[in-house]
């Protein structure tokens, strides 16, 4: 009798809350069942109709798709010009990311080993400040520099190097008519838009590098350069592959950037995007897309490989 | 290039080639800078024939420039919220549990942001026009909360692992239920790393545009606006002016956010 008015007295509230300390599992489903039913049921079953319209065929009369099943989207994928854009894209991505390694590896090595006092924590907001910046702004700052009349074209031309600027745009394939209209120009605006994601992990690297290893090489009477190849730059690999993810990937699969500044060959993002807009070809779109979600997952397997998921 | 390890000094080489990466990553920002107040309107001639501060005068009466920015500030704010929730529900279900599947679920919280823009755009496009749903400001908030989901759980997770699990008990021992709890012990705990992962996933939705141009239709958010300029420049000098806006709009919800987690950052080196 008192253990019933006790229990009266706690309210629902209480008993509710009892049994979901009794029952842990009923409480994690109950947590679970929003963030799952939105990322279950929207996000995952958007990717399963993206890959089912891969398989769907586009009435040409009616521009309407129908869902019948055909790989005629696959196969259209293997013709030369298909080819030829992905071969460029994945192209692109790599010597991004090789890029982005050489340039970000002296500043991470300084912010790892030198930085001492206010001057670490200042780098890393220095490093991670662009990352924060909009990215359109970052691109559209890239159109005013790479300009005909731009400011790279002037300081070339107030160094007396405008000869060289010249002729690098007369090489054909990575030229154009100006910075602003090559693939030379693309490349630069990737590698500046990337970079700060290849700094952070190599930094991560290199500081878990303790000094004593390095002493340690020295002492046995390697010298600087022998102790850079053998010890530190193995070492630092694992930080070089997690941000290949990142540069990889994203370049992989941005269509703006080409868009904005380039000569007017397309890339993968931009077949997807076309296709799906100006010609509604979804079916079409959907099984091109497939094609970086492939590529990067071979890229995730190499990194991983390499300790890439160790040092993120 | 290298330095000798055992002085601790950079050399000169060193030095000069982390100085030369950290000039390419700020110069081309503050040149967006200078550009606002450039008086040249047709091209983007260096350096600005002259400096004045009229383009921010006409940058206010463009109402395209307003809208654009509003429905922004609406779609970053609906799904920001979204975001919150989910995300903390998946934080707490998630933080210090140990069952079969949670790796899998962890990937799927990851995947909209691990893949490629361009996939998350073009799979929410296909499954809008499969189920003949039509274009409207709600496309667009579902796909901002499917990638900011992330952000807000990636912090909450962080704050979760470090607050001891005894304060919880504790809490419990003395007589709170589980309501309580979560009101009195725990949303006090997570608060400034809710503030923050919400700013994060304000600022990430505020600047999205791939994912936006393939759910919006023909709604225009202030990305797709600048992207829209950057093909086709329409009027430059006020593209250079909303360029600055849209920095020192972005910038200081991040900033808020860095403020508020720096002990988080350092408890997890």
């Known amino acids: 009798m008192d253990a019933m008015t006790l229990d009266g007295a706690r309210g629902p509230g209480r008993r509710l809350s009892d049994l979901l300390m009794r029952r842990r599992a009923m409480l994690w489903l109950l947590l679970l069942a929003p963030p799952m039913l939105w990322l279950g049921v929207l996000y995952l079953g958007s990717l399963f109709t993206l890959l089912a319209n891969s398989f769907f065929r586009l009435d040409d009369f009616s521009g309407r798709v129908l869902p019948e099943f055909t790989f005629d989207n696959f196969i259209a994928i293997l013709s030369p010009a298909n080819l030829d854009v992905i071969r460029r894209t994945v192209t692109m991505a790599v010597t991004v990311t090789l890029a982005c390694a050489v340039i970000a590896f002296p500043l991470a090595w300084y912010i790892a080993r030198h930085a001492r006092g206010g001057w670490k924590p200042l780098l890393y907001i220095a490093v991670m400040l662009p990352l924060w910046s909009s990215y359109l702004v970052r691109l559209y700052a890239w159109k005013l520099l790479l300009a005909k009349e731009g400011a790279v074209s002037w300081v070339l031309g107030k160094l007396h190097l405008t000869w060289l600027l010249d002729a690098v745009l007369s090489l054909p394939s990575i030229g154009g008519s100006s910075l602003s209209f090559s693939a030379l120009g693309t490349f630069m605006v990737f590698v500046y838009l990337w970079l700060p994601y290849m700094i952070l992990p190599i930094v991560a690297a290199l500081e878990r590098i303790p000094a004593s290893l390095i002493e340690a090489s020295g002492d046995l009477g390697a010298d600087p350069r022998v102790t850079f190849r053998r010890v530190i730059l193995p070492l630092a690999m694992p930080g070089v592959a997690a941000g290949s993810i990142f540069t990889f990937s994203l370049t992989l699969g941005d269509y703006i950037v080409p868009q904005v500044i380039g000569d007017s060959t397309l890339y993968i993002g931009q077949v997807v995007y076309r296709q799906q807009g100006v010609a509604g070809n979804i079916p079409f779109a959907a099984a091109f897309s497939i094609v970086p979600i492939l590529i990067v997952g071979v890229w995730l397997w190499l990194a991983k490989r390499r300790g890439a998921f160790d040092a993120l | ?269």
């Not at chain 2, 003395?174 to 400034?192: E, K, M, N, W, Y």
């Not at chain 2, 023909?218 to 000098?237: A, D, G, S």
């Not at chain 2, 910038?251 to 720096?262: E, H, K, N, S, V």
Request: aromatic letters at 10%.
């Open chain 2, 1 to 269: 290039m290298r330095s000798d390890p055992a002085s601790g000094r950079a050399s000169r080489g060193l030095r000069l080639a982390a100085l030369l990466a950290v000039l390419f990553l700020h110069l081309p920002i503050a040149l967006i800078v200078l550009y606002a107040f450039s008086t040249e309107d047709k091209t983007y001639v260096f350096p600005p024939p002259g400096l004045t501060t009229d383009w921010f005068g006409v940058a206010w009466q463009r109402e395209d420039v307003w809208r654009a920015i509003g429905l922004s500030l609406r779609v970053a704010a609906s799904s920001t919220a979204i975001a919150l929730l989910l995300g903390t529900l998946a934080a707490a279900a998630l933080a210090r549990a140990r069952f079969f599947g949670r790796e899998a679920i962890s990937l799927l919280i990851i995947l909209p942001i691990a893949l490629p823009g361009v996939v998350t755009g073009i799979a929410l496009r296909s499954a809008f026009s499969t189920f003949e749903i039509p274009f409207s400001f709600w496309t667009i908030v579902i796909g901002h909360a499917t990638f900011c989901v992330v952000v807000v759980y990636n912090n909450a997770v962080a704050r979760l692992r470090r607050t001891s699990p005894s304060l919880i008990e504790a809490s419990m021992d003395l007589g709170a239920d589980a309501f309580q709890t979560v009101r009195h012990v725990i949303l006090p705990q997570l608060g400034s790393a809710l503030l923050a992962g919400g700013l994060l996933a304000f600022a990430l939705s505020f600047d999205e545009v791939i994912v936006t141009t393939f759910t919006a239709g023909q709604q225009t958010t202030l990305p797709i606006w600048m992207f829209q300029e950057l093909v086709r420049p329409r009027q430059r000098p006020v593209t250079n002016v909303v360029a600055v806006v849209i920095i020192a709009l972005t910038f200081l919800p991040i900033f808020g956010a860095y403020w508020l987690t720096r002990s988080d950052e350092q408890g997890a080196r």
